[in-house]
Each structure stands twice: as structure tokens, then as C-alpha cells.
């Protein structure tokens, strides 16, 4: 079978299944936070109070099973391909709250999340990363301790600003280290594959991931539990991670990226067409926030479209 087949007969269905997969579990898993007390940004408590939620639990294997599908995908298809599909989890954890709370879902809301996964589609088809090794390269520095500083400032904004603003900021915070997590990932099996089960003990690369990736979890869980509706969230955790992956691919690892006047231009554009997306879905949410605080101040269930 060619290539383009095999896209076709198992990378396209195993990234459709896996973004189901993790709209789903998202859409459980921001129901659940709202069944437990607030709790403020980090704290492991969070996690604490989630875990003795069946429902919840059962949220969390099915990212596994997501996780495992993008794995499948990402062998048989190319990452501008994967990716693109995978943010489609928006759209499927918007229909999913929707269906759990027996509500409809809201047109603005579903053009904000197609512009998102439009300008990743376009974005990623420009620039057509390639090459590059699992090695870090000394120059990963400055771009690691950037993308620490955005995330610390997500955190501060978080902390300061209410609303869909706070829930932004933590998806931010989320999508950076979720893309950070991956490419040390990256690192971690090139080690395995390197030098057997015991290579990446001996590096400080395993650690980071263990460090990292919880943090980044729990802060979807925060984020999740601040905002009254998933999508804004999700579409700028989906959209951040790969945007992050590609920097990180870059910087570190030594790919190549198409570079030509027209494509940076194009991918300028891409640019704008993903931050519209958010911005539309940020306002929009922020709009129907007030409406459901207006109707029922007390409300702490899925909105009228996830």
C-alpha cells in the first residue's frame, strides 16, 4: 500500500477516533471539576478530589487510549497531517457536553473551533517540518527559558484576571508545557531505543518529563474547572501544543522548516486566522458565561454548548 494509502486507511481513522477520544474525556472531566471545590492553581488537591470520581477516572483511560491512537497515527501519517485532525477534539468535546447536559451548541462556538483547526491546518501544510535528530541542541536554552517565562506569566494573569481571561491564560500555560512534555518525549524513546529499558534513568531528560507532564495536566484540570464552557480552553490547549512542538523541533532538535517570503506570509496568515479563532471563542464564552450567571447565578454545569 502507499503511502497516502496507509494516511488514508490508518493515520485518518486512528487521529479522528483519538481526537474523539480526548473530546470526550474532556468534556467529562470539566463536569467532574465542577463537582469538587475550587481550588487554587497547582495544588495537587485538585487531583485528590478528582480521583475518587469513577466517571473521572474513567475520563482518564480514555486519554490513554487517545494518547495511544495519536501514537498510531503519528507512525502511518505525517505530523501536518495528525495534528490538523487531532484539534478536532474541540468540536467533538463541544457536542459531547452539549449531549451531557441535554443542551444546544452554539454556531459562533463551532466557527471559532474550525478557524483554529483551519489555521494549524495551514500553518503546519506551509511549513513542512522535516530532519532534525533527538538530540537537544546547546541552543535550546533561550527557547526554553521563554517558553518557562510564558508560562509563569500565564500563571500570574491567571491569577489576577477573572473570567475567560483566567481560563485563556491557563490553557496557554497547559498547551506550552503539553508541547514541552511531547518533544522531551521525543528525547525519552530515541534513549530507549538507544540503549535499552535502563538509558533514560541515566538522563535528566525522564525526569523533566515526569516533572512536567503532571504539571501540565493538573493545569488543564484547572482550567477546565474556571471556565464555564470547554471549548475556548481546549481550542487553545490543542492549538498551543503542536505550535510549541514545531519551535521546539526547530530550535532543539535542528528541523528544517520551509522559509520562503510567500510561505512566511502564509504562515503569518495561519497566524492570525488561530488567535481570530481563540479571540472569537474568548468573547463568545466570556458572552455566554453572563448569560448563564444572569439566568442562574448559582450554575456550575455545562453551558448551552459545551
Not at 261 to 287: C, F, Q
Amino acid at each position: 500500500m502507499s503511502d497516502t494509502g496507509t494516511w488514508f486507511v490508518v493515520a485518518v481513522p486512528a487521529a479522528l477516533v483519538g481526537a474523539a477520544s480526548f473530546g470526550m474525556a474532556s468534556a467529562v472531566q470539566q463536569r467532574a471539576t465542577k463537582q469538587v471545590p475550587n481550588i487554587r492553581t497547582l495544588h495537587p488537591r485538585l487531583l485528590f478530589e478528582l480521583v475518587r470520581k469513577p466517571i473521572w477516572l474513567a475520563s482518564v483511560a480514555t486519554v490513554i487510549i487517545g494518547l495511544s491512537l495519536q501514537v498510531v497515527a503519528l507512525a502511518y501519517g505525517p505530523l501536518m497531517l495528525v495534528q490538523p485532525l487531532l484539534v478536532t477534539s474541540v468540536l467533538f468535546a463541544a457536542v459531547h457536553a452539549a449531549w451531557l447536559a441535554h443542551r444546544r451548541l452554539d454556531r459562533l462556538v463551532v466557527l471559532g473551533a474550525l478557524a483554529c483547526m483551519g489555521g494549524l491546518s495551514a500553518f503546519l501544510l506551509l511549513a513542512r517540518p522535516r530532519g532534525g535528530d533527538e538530540t537537544i541542541e546547546p541552543q535550546a536554552i533561550p527557547l526554553g527559558v521563554l517558553l518557562g517565562v510564558l508560562t509563569v506569566v500565564c500563571l500570574v494573569a491567571a491569577s489576577r484576571f477573572p473570567g475567560e481571561i483566567r481560563v485563556i491564560a491557563l490553557a496557554l500555560a497547559t498547551g506550552v508545557l503539553y508541547g514541552v512534555t511531547a518533544a522531551l518525549m521525543k528525547v525519552v524513546a530515541s534513549q530507549f531505543r538507544a540503549g535499552g529499558i535502563t538509558e533514560p534513568f541515566q538522563h535528566w531528560v525522564l525526569y523533566a518529563v515526569c516533572l512536567i507532564g503532571p504539571c501540565g495536566f493538573l493545569l488543564s484540570q484547572n482550567a477546565f474547572q474556571q471556565g464555564k464552557l470547554i471549548s475556548p480552553a481546549l481550542a487553545v490547549i490543542t492549538t498551543v501544543d503542536p505550535l510549541v512542538g514545531v519551535a521546539i523541533g526547530i530550535n532543539w532538535f535542528g528541523e528544517r522548516v520551509t522559509a520562503t517570503p510567500a510561505v512566511l506570509g502564509g504562515e503569518a496568515l495561519a497566524s492570525l486566522v488561530i488567535v481570530g479563532g481563540i479571540v472569537l471563542l474568548t468573547h463568545r464564552g466570556e458572552v455566554l458565561r453572563r448569560e448563564i450567571e444572569r439566568v442562574d447565578p448559582g450554575d456550575r454545569s455545562e453551558p448551552t454548548w459545551g
